[in-house]
């Protein structure tokens, strides 16, 4: 039984997971929208609204936060400087998950990640 045991493991080893979340958090904030599997989209939802809140914050401390979890540097400096001016009048609620058709492959459910605007 897994209780009291949050987030998915998505059948991959601890490094290669979290680095794939910080592969599409980095995407997501870089292309604003991306489409990934549902249960990868649930995942990363929370992260990526936790970079804009820093982004929000503006200051130095939480600017190596977030350069310490997205991997582009580039993708920061848009997030403090473009993302977190267009969210400062939000309270939460930064992201959308829009359901798609089924992956052809193997069936599995695909959904579009993006920041609403």
């Not at 995942?43 to 970079?51: D, L, S, Y």
């Not at 130095?60 to 991997?71: D, E, N």
Request: no cysteine.
């Amino acid at each position: 039984m897994r209780h009291r045991i949050a987030g998915r493991r998505l059948s991959r080893p601890t490094g290669h997971r979290v680095l794939m979340y910080r592969n599409l958090v980095t995407d997501l904030l870089r292309y604003e929208r991306i489409v990934t599997t549902e249960a990868k989209a649930k995942e990363v939802r929370g992260m990526a609204e936790k970079m804009i809140t820093l982004g929000k914050d503006g200051g130095l401390h939480a600017r190596r936060r977030a350069l310490a979890f997205v991997t582009d540097k580039k993708v920061v400096s848009k997030l403090f400087d473009e993302l977190a001016p267009r969210y400062a009048q939000r309270p939460g609620g930064y992201t959308r998950i829009t359901k798609l058709e089924p992956r052809l492959g193997d069936g599995a459910p695909i959904a579009q990640l993006e920041l609403v605007k």
